[in-house]
């Protein structure tokens, strides 16, 4: 069964950082593009940041210079670096493969960016 653990958000000020984890277990982040998703309320779920099977990245235009993904595959890890946080950013971040495992969703993390 694969499950999928997202930690590390929080309330944060415009302009701040943050590192979200994400761990995983029954399945094997090393061969696979994973990724980082977010949903604000009332809007969809969106891709903001990918690595592909082999390390390249692809960060969402709004994310673009800010966010920083990485992958550990000994730990079967992922992480995402946020900083110059917007107030746009505040929503609940999941990791998840590319293409999504509809099954393996986990709780989320939320972020939220507000002074």
């Known amino acids: 069964q694969v499950q999928l653990v997202e930690s590390g958000g929080g309330l944060v000020q415009p302009g701040g950082s943050l590192t979200l984890s994400c761990a995983a277990s029954?399945?094997?982040?090393?061969?696979?593009?994973v990724g980082w998703y977010r949903q604000a309320p009332g809007k969809q779920r969106e891709l903001v940041a990918r690595?592909?099977?082999?390390?390249?990245?692809d960060y969402v235009d709004s994310v673009k210079g800010r966010f920083t993904i990485s992958r550990d595959s000994a730990k079967n890890t992922l992480s995402l670096r946020m900083n110059s946080l917007k107030p746009e950013d505040t929503a609940v971040y999941y990791c998840?493969?590319?293409?999504?495992?509809?099954?393996?969703w986990g709780q989320g993390t939320q972020v939220t960016v507000s002074s």
């Open positions: 690595i592909s099977r082999v390390g390249g990245t």
């Open positions: 029954g399945i094997s982040f090393r061969f696979r593009a």
């Open positions: 998840n493969t590319d293409p999504v495992l509809q099954s393996a």
